[in-house]
Nanobody, 123 residues
Framework: QVEVVESGGGLVQPGGSLELSCTASGNIFMINAMGWYRQAPGKQRELVAIVTSGGSTNYGDSVKGRFTISRVNAMNTVYLQMRTLKPEDTAVYYC?????????????????WGQGTQVFVSS
């Protein structure tokens, strides 16, 4: 079983910055993609950013130019650097990891989510 744990959320003023981190652990054969999604109250969960094992990235339109996703493959860790935060960035941020698990032979695909970390942007 693959466990995903996020950290780094909190309260920040508009215009401020915050960094989230997420680490996957367990019997992992390989990770294909790591990403961040968010869900605000009353809204659907949406993509924030995703990075593949090869380093390709994709961002949600609302965060392009403000957020940067990065990944340390050797540590199964992904970071989300958030700058110029706005009140509308307030949400629970979830880390998602997709890859192959060694719990099975041959390895099988897993798709794991973290518990989420709250980001609150307010003055």
């Amino acid at each position: 079983q693959v466990e995903v744990v996020e950290s780094g959320g909190g309260l920040v003023q508009p215009g401020g910055s915050l960094e989230l981190s997420c680490t996957a652990s367990g019997n992992i054969f390989m990770i294909n993609a790591m990403g961040w999604y968010r869900q605000a109250p009353g809204k659907q969960r949406e993509l924030v950013a995703i990075v593949t094992s090869g380093g390709s990235t994709n961002y949600g339109d609302s965060v392009k130019g403000r957020f940067t996703i990065s990944r340390v493959n050797a540590m199964n860790t992904v970071y989300l650097q958030m700058r110029t935060l706005k009140p509308e960035d307030t949400a629970v941020y979830y880390c998602n990891v997709v890859g192959y698990s060694n719990d099975y032979s041959p390895p099988r695909v897993f798709n794991s989510w973290g518990q989420g970390t709250q980001v609150f942007v307010s003055s």
